[in-house]
C-alpha cells in the first residue's frame, strides 16, 4: 500500500500540515463565537478559492473548459465542503474540538469500504476487514455510551460529525472517479469555486448579510482557516502525495487529533473523557492495520534468520529456506 518511501522533509512536511488542520480546529471554535455556521464555511471556501486561482494563474496551470468537468466540481465541492464543513462547524458548538478531530480521523476509515463499493480494484481484503472493524470500534468507544444509550444534542453532534467524515469519503472516490486526469492545484481551486457558488446564497438566505464581527481573534481566526488551514493546507497536501504517495499521506490524519486536543485543552480549557483517548488509540491502531505499516514491521521482526550453510556443501546451490516477500 505505501509504495513510496518518505524522506525527511515528507516527514516534515506531514508533521507541519498535522499542526495546521490541528490548529483549524480551534479556530473553526473561536469564529463561530461570532459567526454562523453557513457564513464561516462560506467564508472559508470563498477566500480560499481566490488564494488558490490565483495560484494557478501563477503556475500557469491549464484551466478545464468541458462543462462536465466544472458540473463535477460543483459535485466535489458539495461533497468535501458544503456538508462536512458545515457539519462539522456545526458539531463543535457542542462537542469539543478535540473529541470532533478524532471523529475526523474516521475519513480514512470511511473511505476503505466506499471505495470498495465503487470501484473494482479497491476490494476489501481480510486486513482491510480488520482495520476498518478496529476503528470502527474506537469510533464507537470515542462516542461513548452514554450517547448511544440516550439521544440528545451532543450525540446529534457526534452523528454530525461523522456524516461529515462519510461525506469526504464519498468526495475522494468521487475525485477518483471524475477528476483524476487534472492538475490537483487546479482540482482543489474547481472545488473551492463549486462551494463557494453553493455556500454563499445558502449562507446569505439562513443567516442574512454577515455584520462584521466585534473581537479582533475572529478576524484572526477567519484568516488563519481561510488562507492557512485550507488554501495552503492542500498545497502543502498534494506536495506530501507527490513526494511520498497518498498511502503515507494518510499519516497525517493520525497527527492532527492530539495537536487539537491539547489547544483545546490548552485556550478552551476542555477536558475529554477517557474513553475519547482510547477510543482514538483503537482508531489509530485500524489505521496503521489499513497502512501495512505495523505488518511489514512485524515480519521483519519476527521473520526467522537464514541458516548458515555448512561447511563443505556446494556453494552452487542455496539450501536456506526462502524468505517470505515484504
Same mark, same amino acid.
Given at each position: ?7 525527511? =522533509? ?13 490548529? +483549524? ?22 477566500? #480560499? ?28 465541492? %458539495? ?6 464543513? +458545515? ?5 463543535? %458548538? ?35 476487514? $480488520? ?22 444534542? =451532543? ?21 477518483? $472517479? ?16 463549486? +462551494? ?6 445558502? #449562507? ?39 513526494? #511520498? ?22 485556550? %478552551? ?11 482514538? $488509540? ?16 512485524? +515480519?521483519?521482526?519476527? =521473520?526467522? #534468520? ?21
Amino acid at each position: 500500500m505505501t509504495g513510496k518511501t518518505i524522506s525527511s =522533509r515528507a516527514w516534515g512536511d506531514i508533521a507541519l500540515l498535522g499542526l495546521i488542520w490541528g490548529a +483549524s480546529f480551534l479556530s473553526i471554535r473561536v469564529a463561530l463565537d461570532e459567526v454562523g455556521v453557513f457564513t464561516l464555511v462560506a467564508h472559508r471556501v470563498g477566500w #480560499a478559492m481566490l488564494i488558490l486561482w490565483v495560484y494557478v494563474a501563477l503556475r500557469r496551470l491549464p484551466l478545464p473548459r468541458a462543462p462536465k468537468v466544472w458540473g463535477a466540481f460543483l459535485i466535489m465541492g %458539495l461533497l468535501n465542503n458544503v456538508i462536512p464543513f +458545515s457539519l462539522m462547524a456545526w458539531g463543535q %458548538l457542542h462537542i469539543e474540538t478535540g473529541l470532533t478531530s478524532i471523529f475526523n480521523a474516521a475519513t480514512a476509515v470511511f473511505a476503505v469500504p466506499v471505495a470498495a463499493a465503487c470501484f473494482a480494484d479497491e476490494r476489501m481484503t481480510l486486513r482491510r476487514v $480488520a482495520g476498518v472493524s478496529v476503528a470502527f470500534v474506537g469510533v464507537a468507544v470515542a462516542i461513548g455510551l452514554d450517547a448511544l444509550q440516550q439521544f440528545d444534542i =451532543r450525540s446529534l453532534a457526534q452523528l454530525a460529525v461523522l456524516t461529515g467524515t462519510l461525506s469526504y469519503a464519498c468526495a475522494a472516490a468521487w475525485a477518483r $472517479a471524475k477528476l483524476s486526469h487534472l492538475p490537483p492545484q487546479v482540482a482543489a481551486a474547481g472545488m473551492l469555486t463549486g +462551494s463557494t457558488l453553493i455556500m454563499l446564497p445558502l #449562507a446569505l438566505w439562513l443567516e442574512g448579510t454577515p455584520s462584521l464581527p466585534h473581537l479582533p481573534q475572529t478576524y484572526a481566526a477567519i484568516g488563519y482557516f481561510a488562507v492557512i488551514g485550507t488554501a495552503l493546507a492542500y498545497l502543502l497536501y498534494y506536495r506530501i502525495v507527490q513526494a #511520498a504517495g497518498s498511502a503515507n499521506a494518510m499519516l497525517v490524519t493520525l497527527t492532527i487529533p492530539p495537536v487539537a486536543i491539547g489547544l483545546g485543552a490548552l485556550v %478552551l480549557g476542555e477536558r475529554l473523557a477517557p474513553t475519547a483517548f482510547l477510543g482514538f $488509540a483503537l482508531l489509530a491502531l485500524g489505521l496503521l492495520i489499513l497502512d501495512g505499516r505495523l505488518f511489514r514491521a512485524l +515480519s521483519v521482526w519476527t =521473520r526467522p #534468520a537464514p541458516r548458515a550453510i555448512p561447511h563443505g556443501l556446494s556453494q552452487g546451490k542455496d539450501e536456506r529456506p526462502h524468505e517470505p516477500p515484504l
